[in-house]
């Protein structure tokens, strides 16, 4: 008994056919599948891509509960200024309040706070100047109380800021040790994205220690 392929084939006057015919044509179709699945696939990593590189959807919830949403994530994640002070002040806290005891801890957290161009520097400084080994010689702690804080100029990439503050030096070696000074920072902060190692966007570049006045002086 014919089949209806043989059939049709005879009636179109071929007198053979293909054997391996229906194998040809599921290779050509799965030639093509994978072809369009190959597509596909590189469509959808493409997509990943852009997507992965577009901003975060921030929204920001005010005091009374209303949402809105942000589009410009850089300029609104910018540093503010409240927050830039508080930087400013623990940094100098870290820096300069001196504890003979936790002197290490706080260098590393001040280190932390640095730029790598001004670690450079500080380490430097701290060297020549031998600060480091008179605090471990006198077992001297330090208080510091701030007394004027001010934004000094802003650009898109540095802030200036400038702190004044009185610092009391005392001894855990000598009751009777007491050094109070008048002194005013100014400090170049660098404007960085935010960052796990950097959460408040940003990094000491730059910092100056004056001395305004001498305020007491009890040395033995």
Request: net charge negative; hydrophobic share 45%; aromatic share 8%.
């Given at each position: 008994m014919k089949t209806r392929f043989q059939t049709k084939l005879e009636n179109l006057g071929r007198r053979y056919y293909e054997v391996f015919g229906d194998l040809e044509a599921q290779l050509e179709f799965l030639k093509l599948a994978s072809l369009v699945l190959l597509c596909l696939l590189f469509f959808a990593i493409f997509g990943a891509f852009v997507l992965?590189?577009?901003?975060?959807?921030?929204?920001?919830?005010?005091?009374?509960?209303?949402?809105?949403?942000?589009?410009?994530?850089a300029a609104h994640n910018a540093p503010s200024k409240p927050e830039i002070l508080y930087f400013a002040r623990t940094f100098v806290k870290r820096y300069a309040e001196y504890n003979a005891y936790t002197v290490s801890r706080d260098?590393?957290?001040?280190?932390?706070?640095?730029?790598?161009r001004f670690q450079t520097a500080a380490k430097r400084n701290l060297i020549e100047s031998g600060i480091l080994a008179r605090i471990e010689e006198a077992k001297l702690c330090a208080a510091l109380e701030f007394k004027e804080?001010?934004?000094e100029r802003e650009t898109p990439e540095h802030v200036l800021v400038s702190?004044?503050?009185?610092?009391?030096?005392?001894?855990?070696?000598?009751?009777?040790?007491?050094?109070?000074?008048?002194?005013k920072s100014e400090l170049v902060l660098k404007k960085v994205s935010r960052s796990l190692?950097?959460?408040?966007?940003?990094?000491?570049?730059?910092?100056?220690?004056i001395l305004l006045n001498r305020l007491e002086d009890s040395k033995r």
């Open positions: 992965a590189k577009r901003p975060p959807v921030v929204i920001r919830v005010d005091e009374v509960g209303k949402a809105e949403a942000i589009s410009d994530l260098m590393a957290e001040a280190w932390n706070l640095m730029s790598a804080e001010k934004i702190l004044v503050w009185v610092r009391t030096l005392k001894s855990y070696k000598d009751p009777d040790y007491r050094e109070a000074s008048l002194l190692p950097a959460p408040s966007g940003l990094l000491v570049e730059d910092y100056k220690e």
